[in-house]
């Protein structure tokens, strides 16, 4: 099923991405679940941006979901996490649109050191149930054809975007951004998939 999971909006800093603003649906998870989901989507979001150059767009694979990053020239990011069948064109489309959206509604001089709570803009949410449906959204898309002459790099996992010698799982441990809870649920969902491996 073509799912739409995370839309965020950041700011990358010379040292750190911080998220401004971002908009979720979690409900095919279970409701114990979500929190723990919604940090790991917005921890996983800083990360890539802090690890894509400006004026770069990718899609990551990490387990049974896609990544989609482009930080712009300004450090403004957007980040789209959606599941495997949702188009790459339509997931860097919405990116696109939300950014521009983003930088005429949100003065530059208050990216740096805004926050989810300073930052009013509650666009994302329209976004993204407008886009859950990419057959819809498509049709919108066309107009950018801009877009598709735009080069995305595609990683086959997350791992290929850290730093050499950089684990995700020691990440997870360092991160002042995760509960205790949440970094249980990683440890949990990695032992459970790696035991699920075909060869």
Not at 47 to 63: C, D, F, G, M, Y
Not at 68 to 85: C, F, K, M, P, T
Request: aromatic share 10%.
């Amino acid at each position: 099923m073509v799912k739409l999971y995370y839309l965020s909006v950041l700011y990358k800093n010379p040292t750190k991405a911080t998220c401004l603003k971002s908009a979720s649906d979690l409900s095919s998870f279970g409701f114990f679940q979500r929190n723990s989901v919604q940090e790991f989507m917005k921890f996983t979001s800083q990360i890539l941006v802090e690890r894509t150059i400006a004026a770069n767009r990718s899609s990551v694979k990490e387990q049974e979901y896609m990544c989609h990053v482009y930080v712009r020239s300004d450090n403004l990011a957007g980040v789209v996490i959606s599941d495997h069948e949702y188009p790459h064109r339509v997931a860097h489309t919405l990116i696109n649109l939300v950014l521009d959206e983003f930088s005429k509604k949100v003065p530059v001089t208050s990216w740096p050191l805004g926050t989810n709570s300073t930052i009013a803009f509650s666009e994302l949410d329209v976004y993204l149930t407008k886009y859950q449906n990419p057959q819809e959204a498509d049709a919108m898309t066309k107009i950018q054809a801009d877009l598709d002459e735009t080069k995305i790099i595609l990683h086959s996992a997350l791992e290929n975007v850290l730093q050499r010698g950089e684990k995700l799982d020691d990440l997870v441990a360092k991160s002042e951004e995760l509960s205790s809870q949440s970094k249980a649920f990683y440890k949990t969902a990695r032992k459970t998939n790696s035991c699920c491996v075909l060869l």
